[in-house]
């Protein structure tokens, strides 16, 4: 069994040395523990770093590309390397790295396809109660979307089976977190979390350059997860909205026509047409949506069977 930690970087020369200090090169459960980077475009010696500590394997992106590509690079290049569990954390040493052993445990034990590990949010010093209050909601969107029971969604430290690596793919391009948890919930991938200690902060945050740009990412991930994995509830619902608003308001001018009033009231009439009409509207584009998210979710499961044969040609077993 091979277990590949993978670190997606960027521009990371002064944290990576303690990250990957902190890294296991034995883990139970495991004949082969090895270690690789994503160097996203770096500026700096983030790869000098990493060749330094003794690092595997190194990949690069030629510029930046963000950390969900970085992540997905990492997760393919795991695949190829012929990993059998991958596990993914931060640079900046924010997650312990002794929890790595219980953090795969539930892979190992049969239990679990994939492992999110809990941070103690609410006892974190250096989170803002404003960033608390946006990792609680986006775990709650998550929960709602995917009918998973994952605490903390946002957090990066996870381990994953090869087969759940060859069957997800991620959309979104700010992060991977939240959307993975949603294609397994969807995908009936089997998923759990753990708790995990956190470490001291060594950097800000890359994600959260500002509150209100965190709000406005936060909102926009949010509304696109709704949009790609509940498209029809989401259209209906704001549909159904607008439709409920025309008929009340084309019912108020009936009942007022029906006693001689309605004349003064024409501008009432238009607006109830034009609000029937966008609510008829949107929820025929909810049903379109619906479709193309059902033949999205057949072109992801494709794309896993064909993931899943090429490693094998390349292992020799077919």
């Known amino acids: 069994m091979k277990l590949i930690i993978q670190i997606p970087c960027y521009n990371e020369s002064e944290t990576l040395a303690v990250a990957l200090a902190a890294l296991p090169r034995a883990v139970p459960g495991f004949s082969r523990v090895e270690w690789l980077i994503i160097d996203d475009g770096s500026l700096d010696q983030t790869a000098e770093v990493a060749r330094a500590a003794g690092v595997d394997h190194i990949v690069r992106h030629v510029g930046n590309k963000g950390l969900a590509r970085a992540f997905m690079t990492g997760v393919a290049a795991c695949l190829r390397l012929g990993a059998d569990v991958i596990v993914n954390t931060d640079a900046d040493n924010q997650y312990n790295a002794s929890d790595i052993p219980a953090l795969v445990r539930p892979i190992l034990d049969g239990r679990a396809d994939i492992v999110v590990g809990a941070r103690p ?8 109660p404003l960033k608390k209050f946006f990792q609680n909601l986006g775990s709650w969107v998550v929960r709602i979307a995917s009918h998973t029971d994952i605490p903390d969604a946002p957090s990066g430290f996870r381990a994953m089976s090869r087969a759940a690596a060859e069957k997800l793919f991620v959309y ?17 991938i089997s998923i759990m979390s753990v708790p995990i200690r956190v470490n001291d902060d060594l950097r800000p945050s890359r994600l959260v350059k500002s509150i209100p740009s965190y709000i406005r990412r936060s909102i926009a991930v949010i509304v696109r997860i709704f949009m790609i994995y509940r498209p029809f509830r989401f259209f209906a619902t704001i549909g159904g909205l607008l439709f409920a608003a025309g008929f009340f308001i084309g019912l108020r001018f009936f009942l007022l026509w029906l006693v ?21 509207q949107t929820i025929l584009i909810g049903f379109l949506a619906d479709l193309m998210a059902t033949n999205r979710k057949l072109i992801e499961d494709l794309r896993g069977k064909v993931i899943a044969q090429g490693a094998r040609r390349d292992d020799g077993s077919l």
């Open 121 to 128: 949010i609410a006892s974190i010093e250096h989170f803002s």
């Open 172 to 188: 979104n391009e700010y992060t991977y977190t939240l959307e993975q948890i949603i294609q397994a919930g969807q995908q009936h």
């Open 260 to 280: 001689g009033q309605g004349a003064g009231h024409v501008q009432s009439l238009i607006l109830a047409s034009v609000l029937l009409g966008m609510g008829f």
